[in-house]
């Protein structure tokens, strides 16, 4: 039978933990294990500590986890396993994922359960509904009942990285703390360099952006947020 296993990441352990997790499961030489580029090289570097070969494939633009279409499109005799990782709280589509594991013999990894603590987790849920319903300088995250937002992700519209960088030169000028979650996809990183088109995890590296929504925020650092974010979008066109 294919297995469908889900596997809890621990960000100190990932890289280790997971290299063994698939020793275990008999991945290694000459074997390919699907993972993303958007996000962090532990998915990758694990796959590469267990002996296989990472592939990268696209991702869903609105979760900015694997794309099930993508991930079939890069499967091969040699696949053995897919790496889905949860990015920034949103999960990834296990359901399709773990379909085409069933269908095609692969070992699936999916994230854990979320680590931060219940009241945490509601805390950034409100933060985000409440910029997501205030926000027009930037476009919002996808809206999911299981988000965590570990991270509160938006897009800043205009034509690619130049525009997303000054975007957030201009918003902590005025005083709103905010980071750019992805500087290199991991298929553009030395080590793991591959000659791959990922239009979308690109797209995502040139365009989004991390806004702060921890429990410890007070409303008037929202408020504030919301309204630099508001102004400075209206200087920006969006791209044909």
Same mark, same amino acid.
């Given at each position: ?15 280790? @933990?997971? /290299?063994?997790? #698939?020793?275990?499961?008999?991945? =290694? $030489?000459?074997?390919? +294990?699907?993972? &993303? %580029? ?49 990015a920034f709280g949103h999960p990834p589509d296990l ?30 849920? @409100?933060? /985000?509904?409440? #910029?997501?319903?205030?926000?027009? =300088? $930037?476009?919002?995250? +996808?809206?999911? &009942? %299981? ?92 791209? #044909?």
């Amino acid at each position: 039978m294919p297995c469908h296993l889900v596997f809890t990441y621990a960000p100190q352990h990932a890289v280790m @933990s997971t /290299a063994r997790f #698939l020793k275990s499961a008999g991945v =290694g $030489v000459g074997d390919e +294990v699907v993972v &993303p %580029a958007y996000g962090d090289a532990e998915a990758a570097a694990a796959v590469v500590m267990a002996g296989a070969r990472p592939v990268f494939a696209d991702i869903d633009p609105g979760s900015y986890c694997l794309d099930p279409d993508a991930v079939a499109a890069v499967l091969t005799s040699r696949t053995t396993a897919v790496v889905a990782v949860a990015a920034f709280g949103h999960p990834p589509d296990l359901a399709r994922i773990g379909e085409l594991g069933r269908t095609h013999g692969l070992l699936v990894i999916g994230p854990g359960d979320a680590v931060a603590a219940a009241d945490e987790v509601e805390q950034r849920r @409100s933060h /985000a509904a409440y #910029l997501r319903d205030r926000l027009t =300088g $930037v476009r919002t995250p +996808v809206p999911n &009942p %299981a988000h965590t937002y570990d991270r509160y992700v938006v897009r800043v519209p205009g034509n690619g990285r130049p525009d997303r960088d000054a975007f957030a030169q201009a918003l902590r000028r005025r005083g709103v703390g905010c980071e750019v979650p992805v500087t290199t996809p991991v298929h553009r990183m030395p080590a793991f360099r591959r000659d791959v088109r990922l239009p979308e995890t690109e797209r995502a590296a040139d365009e989004t952006l991390a806004l702060p929504v921890h429990g410890s925020l007070r409303r008037r650092e929202l408020q504030r947020m919301v309204s630099s974010c508001n102004a400075l979008g209206g200087l920006l066109q969006p791209a #044909l």
